[in-house]
């Protein structure tokens, strides 16, 4: 398998989702818009800082899940896609996943962000296999509970370990913006930092990494 993995927050997307998705039910009207921002705020100040608790920022999206329907849910998930989500993703991501595609490699999303909010994103940009942080789901409804290991730092590789289950990878690519993903970078044969943080782009100096400008949205 020539394997590659694409971030979604600030790689392929000039956003990042998760806190999108707060301003988003803020914005509707959906949840105390004081609470909410204020804690959606300080839990994105963390992931940027590399500190996010991973568990509580995840149990705290997710305490809106338990709230309601499956279908009530994939219609506010869409009103988000259509209002915020696609001005927001880029046209240098739609073309390496064709190049990739062309040339036959495995195509894989990876990121920290739940699986409610990115698996619709990823397949709007053609990528079916998506390693996310899974909400946890019984009898049909959202615990508020984490599935698993989150999807984080050394957690995404973790993840990727059990999404391979022991098959080969004779190559492998990966993308992204944020000092969160160093250690899939140095996992992968080839890393490229896309856009990235400060942090990250000392790192992928140092390291000999290339740097992409992935700035321009399809809509720019």
Known sequence: MKLVLFDLDHTLLDTDSDHAWGEFLVNEGLVDPVRHRQMNNQFY?????????????????FEFL????????????????????RAKMRKAGFEAIEKHRQAGHQLVGITATSDFITAPIFNEFGITDVIATTAEIKDGQYTGKVAGTPCYQQGKLLRLAQWLAGREV???????????????LEYADHAIVVSPDDRLEQLAIQQGWPIEDWSMTVEA
């Open 45 to 61: 100040e963390d992931y940027k800082a590399g500190q996010l608790d991973p568990i509580a920022y995840n149990e705290f999206v």
């Open 66 to 85: 338990t709230q309601h329907n499956q279908q009530q849910l994939k219609d506010l998930h869409q009103q988000f896609m259509d209002k915020v989500i």
């Open 170 to 184: 004779s190559e492998s690519w990966a993308y992204s913006d944020s000092i969160n993903d160093r250690f899939l």
